[in-house]
């Protein structure tokens, strides 16, 4: 009996050993799991200097958070390495054209964009601000002469257009309600933007870009951001794989800017 109780108690006591280390290690498993999920923004933050999209804030919010990718003042020698980042990273944008660019090897890179599910825009023809906006009647034609180049060369309709400088600069205040007005007619939208990267002056570094970019979206569910595919600075494109990254990070998904349920006008978001 005595030998019984003894076993028994020895008994109790492994399977009570076993328990407790059974938890212990389960709480090793629980902490190991939460800390690899901190770990990539922890150091994107210790790399970057700024702050990791707080993933418990997002938790709470329900309305699905996509971004609109658009890329100004292509085409240029780089859209194709921009067209291969967008492509590694799964992630649609807009490329808003300046016409007279489209022309030798970009106007099958262009086309290459659209096939690749990217949505193709009106810049401008020329980017010159006085030939621009002389005039309503010389910005009409700017948009027109660019839109139908970009039908010509590379068969794509396009139905978006965005001012050079924006829509709210001071070139076209004069006349801007009418070229607005006009384009209505002809099935023309115009698209500003809510986040900048601050990309079109100088030669910023791609860190500079990503906290203009980081300054911003996270007050926008549905941000517009505005960056440059320009042939004179590459810090844009060293910016995007890192940008594509934190924006997805922090929850967002990406679409084109027809797919937005609402325009993005200067004062109006
Ligand atoms: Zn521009």
């Known amino acids: 009996m005595g030998i019984h109780m003894k076993n028994g108690k020895k008994k109790a006591f492994i399977r009570n050993g076993i328990g407790i280390l059974c938890l212990f290690l389960l709480c090793l498993i629980v902490q190991g799991m939460l800390w690899t999920g901190r770990d990539t923004a922890d150091v994107w933050n210790q790399e970057q200097g700024g702050n990791a999209p707080d993933q418990e804030k997002e938790e709470g919010e329900t309305e699905k958070k996509v971004a609109y990718l658009t890329f100004d003042d292509g085409p240029s020698c780089l859209t194709s390495e921009y067209l291969a980042v967008l492509k590694e990273e799964k992630v649609p944008a807009t490329f808003f054209l300046i016409g007279e660019q489209i022309e030798g ?5 262009v086309k290459q ?3 690749d599910g990217h949505e193709i825009g009106v810049h401008t023809y020329c980017h010159d601000a006085g030939v621009i906006y002389e005039s309503e009647e010389s910005y009409i034609e700017d948009i027109l002469k660019t839109k139908e180049r970009i039908k010509e060369q ?3 309709e396009t139905s978006l257009f965005r001012f050079p ?4 600069n001071s070139y076209v205040e004069g006349f801007k309600d009418g070229v ?3 384009m209505k007619k002809r099935g023309m939208e115009y698209v500003d ?13 791609a860190e500079s870009i990503l906290a203009n970019v980081r300054k911003d979206y996270k007050k926008y569910n549905n941000p517009v951001i505005l960056l440059h595919d320009s042939a004179s600075c590459r810090a844009t494109l060293q910016a995007l794989p890192w940008l594509l990254r934190e924006l997805k990070q922090a929850g967002y998904s990406f679409a084109t800017l027809s797919e937005r349920k609402e325009t993005c006008h200067f004062g109006e978001y």
């Open 180 to 182: 607005i007005e006009e």
């Open 105 to 109: 090897e970009l106007i099958a890179v």
């Open 193 to 205: 933007w809510n986040v900048s990267g601050e990309d079109s002056v100088g030669c910023p570094s």
């Open 165 to 168: 400088w924006g829509s709210k």
């Open 113 to 115: 964009a659209k096939e």
């Open 154 to 156: 590379c068969q794509i």
